[in-house]
């Protein structure tokens, strides 16, 4: 598959929301992560904070629980804390991960997380992490959305 990279991920600064989702999958995440992104984004305003780039979606495991956190993250140019009503952190660097674009709304992303986790089999790697969802392109006609995947990966 062409679109397949493995790349460095920068350390980025974001504002984020969490909430849970009782699993990794988009019909448990998106009645989740949509709400969190508007709320996010109503608070950024009223805090005066311009996102400064793409939004950030990740999930990791509900520690000694069922679910994932659900993280819906916007970058910022702004000092770390949780002044604002809701937490300004950093999203560490991915030394290595693998990634693709994946073109279209993302209740389909499976089947290009599927296409990117065979690669990573195939190619002498392992992932070692949930993938991060950069979204790229967000216009309102879900057809023409463009996200990248991120997984971070180690050799197998």
Not at 32 to 40: A, D, K, T
């Amino acid at each position: 598959v062409d679109d397949i990279q493995v790349k460095r991920i920068p350390a980025v600064r974001v504002a984020e929301l969490t909430a849970t989702a009782a699993r990794l999958e988009p019909a448990s995440i998106d009645p989740v992560i949509q709400p969190l992104y508007r709320e996010l984004g109503e608070r950024l305003g009223q805090a005066g904070l311009t996102p400064a780039g793409p939004a950030i979606a990740h999930y990791e495991d509900v520690p000694d629980g069922d679910g994932v956190i659900v993280h819906a993250t916007l970058p910022v140019n702004a000092d770390a804390g949780r002044a604002h009503g809701f937490e300004i952190t950093d999203l560490p660097e991915i030394t290595q991960a693998a990634t693709i674009m994946h073109h279209g709304p993302i209740e389909n992303v499976m089947a290009t997380v599927q296409i990117l986790a065979r690669w990573i089999d195939e190619n002498g790697y392992r992932s070692i992490g949930y993938a991060r969802e950069l979204a790229l392109e967000y216009p309102d006609d879900p057809a023409k959305r463009i996200t990248e995947l991120q997984i971070p990966i180690t050799p197998a």
